[in-house]
């Protein structure tokens, strides 16, 4: 199923059912799952594993050297999981240290023009729409949405079910199950549609409702908010998340 155009390293681990369109290049040190479907025009380089039944789309450059100064050639890493979907011309480099590792999960799905920088760690069913660009050390968690043509800076963090939407800057991070937008991106709104698709129950959107009131309507300061939130609403597993997120930032939250 590899076509006679397609150019792979003999050293290269390839499942015995994976297919590869002509023209594409699969290097070296490339490991590739089964059932996985990758088109013409494809390049895989470095060290980058792809899971299971993933689809890849002409043009793709997945495992290239990250886009970084000080990065000298070590030997460091690109994980997809299984079942994503990337579409063409989507980039995602591989880490700028040593033996560290660009990390993708499941189920995701990558549009056209995505880039993803050195050093990212992608959840599962993730969405990031077309021409969105992801700079270095992001952490993006589960079931996040990202509209097109986002900018996201270094370090930032996007929480569990957060919403971004198309052409916001994203300087900060965003918590969990909330919806920002802008230049620079701030909180609007909870995703409320995101948290219902997700089974979240009525019970615990209303709670989180009242956090998001709580932290962005109550003229109180971060520490003051988390505070009240401790004290006045039920410390459901989403509510300990969203607690836990905000105090472990390092660049502080979106306003």
Known sequence: M?????????RAEIDSDVSIGPYSVIGENVRIGRGTKIDSNVVIKGWTEIGENCQ?????????????MGYKGEKSYVR???????RE????????KERETTCIGHNNFFMAYSHVGHDCLIGSHVIITSFV????HVTVEDRVVIGGHTAIHQFVRIGTLAMVS????VVKDIPPYFIAEGNPSRIRAVNVVGLRRAGISQETRNNIKKAYKVLYHSNLNT????????????????????????????????A
């Open 166 to 169: 198309g052409t916001s800057r």
């Open 133 to 136: 660009g992801i700079s270095g």
């Open 56 to 68: 890849i789309s002409s043009g793709a450059v997945l495992g290239e050297a990250p886009q970084h």
């Open 223 to 254: 520490s003051q908010a988390l505070e009240k939130i401790k004290e006045e609403i039920k410390m459901e597993k989403e509510i300990a998340h969203l607690i836990e997120f905000i105090e472990k930032s390092e660049r502080g939250i979106c």
């Open 2 to 10: 590899i076509d006679k155009l397609a150019s792979v390293h003999k």
């Open 80 to 86: 997809i999981g299984n079942y994503n979907i990337i």
């Open 89 to 96: 011309f989507v980039t995602i480099h591989r880490s700028c």
